[in-house]
């Protein structure tokens, strides 16, 4: 309030507050990095249910960071054009093993997405994409999303193979494409991956029954980007030929894909770099629905 000229407002490892209400006319950006409940809001918790309710009708861009312990709810954010969700939740091993852990956390993925539907940019995090992976191979429905640039921040194994079908599924308009390949640990995310490998097996079958779905999806897809091309990727190789064989034949309009190499890869001994080579030819020799996709690997 005694900010006007404030623009941009960052707020890391918070407590103590359940509603967040912005109010000024010249503030565009808003991070909310991390909320851990108090031990007073912990004794409370039985009798009125914890969330912090974010209401920010001008602003503009919105990202919600880091680890939360508590429901984070967005709401009128009319104004909003890029929202970044890169967050996971953990309430420790006990309360993550209750029974019922994993559909809280579907219904949280679930209404955070839908409050940022009409956004242009939306970047999806590691925590979430593996949510929106249990909740395709359950069959349950994600809302539409207006965006049209997607980032997806992934790790490639089997187990996001869903989740990027199922945002490909609800992003129809989609032009520029990002998939930053990263590997990410945390205990919320290996509760996911616990729950994810005792229910699901065959991740690739599930990818393929769904290519009827939404290879008419990507009619607007013209950029493909792709971050990350590192040695890990030979462990989990078939994911990640998978996908890019997929996005190759069915963008339709797509112009080009760019596959670029980890920073800490592109200095790398030359014997990796003929792997990585023998990968690319592989890349280019798949059939493409395009006339004019190109491939280009700025590093190879």
């Known amino acids: 309030m005694g900010s ?5 407002l960052e707020l890391h490892d918070c407590y103590g507050f359940h509603r967040l ?4 006319e010249s503030l565009r950006k ?5 909320y851990l409940i108090d031990m007073l809001d912990m004794l409370e918790s039985e009798e009125r249910k914890l969330e912090l309710e974010i209401v920010a009708p001008k602003i503009v861009c919105i990202e919600i960071l880091g680890c939360f312990n508590m429901k984070c709810r967005i709401k009128d954010v009319s104004a909003l054009v890029e929202a970044k969700l890169d967050f996971n939740m953990q309430n420790g091993y006990d309360s993550d093993e209750k029974e019922g852990a994993c559909e809280k956390y579907q219904d949280i993925v679930r209404d955070i997405l839908e409050s940022v539907h009409h956004v242009k940019k939306l970047t999806v995090g590691h925590w979430c994409l593996m949510v929106v992976s249990i909740m395709s ?9 207006k965006c049209q640039c997607l980032t997806m921040k992934t790790s490639m194994e089997k187990g996001n193979l869903p989740g990027i079908a199922r945002l490909l599924q609800s992003s129809p308009y989609v032009e520029t494409l990002n998939m930053d390949i990263t590997s990410s640990y945390y205990i919320g995310l290996e509760f996911l991956n616990r729950r994810y490998r005792s229910s699901y097996l065959d991740e690739m079958k599930h990818w393929k029954s769904g290519e009827i779905y ?3 999806l990507l009619v607007c897809l013209k950029t493909i980007t792709i971050f990350g091309f590192g040695e890990r990727l030979f462990h989990m190789k078939e994911a990640f030929i998978l996908v890019v064989q997929f996005l190759l034949k069915n963008a339709k309009v797509q112009e080009k ?3 670029t ?5 592109q200095n790398e001994r030359r014997i990796l770099l003929l792997e990585f080579l023998k990968v690319a030819q592989k890349f280019l020799s798949f059939p493409r629905s395009s006339p004019h ?3 280009m690997f700025p590093y190879l």
């Open 257 to 259: 894909m760019v596959i």
């Open 30 to 34: 808003l991070v909310v990095d991390s």
């Open 261 to 265: 190499t980890s920073r800490d890869m």
């Open 293 to 295: 996709a190109v491939i």
């Open 21 to 24: 209400d912005i109010v000024s």
């Open 214 to 216: 939404f290879k008419s």
């Open 4 to 8: 006007p000229r404030l623009e941009s």
């Open 137 to 145: 191979m359950e069959h349950l429905p994600s809302p539409l999303s």
